[in-house]
């Protein structure tokens, strides 16, 4: 059974940057295409980034297109989000979900999640 466990989160002031991580367990994570997503208080979950399995392809939501950096290193079984030029707006909890299948931004694809890294941006 495949286990994500998100980190990295915390407090940054805006136009900082973090990278979360999402490590894998129980099995090799490259069969396996990776999303991330993002829930903010009030909110619905929404499609941040997405990486395929060989990470030859990436898909960016356009509120994050140029500031942040999906990437994946399947020797270590895990996928990377460098988030850069942080704003208030992307404060939110941060999930990691898997999916055999296509990369995609759509929730209800994946079949795998992990339980969030919390990311708030405030000065």
């Known amino acids: 059974q495949l286990q994500l466990v998100e980190s990295g989160g915390g407090l940054v002031q805006p136009g900082g940057s973090l990278r979360l991580s999402c490590a894998a367990s129980?099995?090799?994570?490259?069969?396996?295409?990776v999303g991330w997503f993002r829930q903010a208080p009030g909110k619905e979950r929404e499609g941040v980034s997405c990486?395929?399995?060989?990470?030859?392809?990436?898909s960016y939501a356009a509120a994050v297109n140029g500031r942040f950096t999906i990437s994946r290193d399947n020797a270590k079984n895990t996928v990377y989000l460098q988030m850069n030029s942080l704003k208030p707006e992307d404060t939110a909890m941060y999930f990691c979900?898997?999916?055999?299948?296509?990369?995609?931004?759509?929730?209800?694809?994946?079949?795998?999640w992990g339980k969030g890294t919390k990311v708030t941006v405030s000065s």
């Open positions: 129980g099995v090799t994570l490259d069969h396996y295409a």
């Open positions: 990486i395929s399995h060989s990470g030859g392809s990436t």
């Open positions: 979900a898997a999916v055999w299948g296509m990369a995609n931004l759509k929730s209800n694809f994946y079949d795998y």
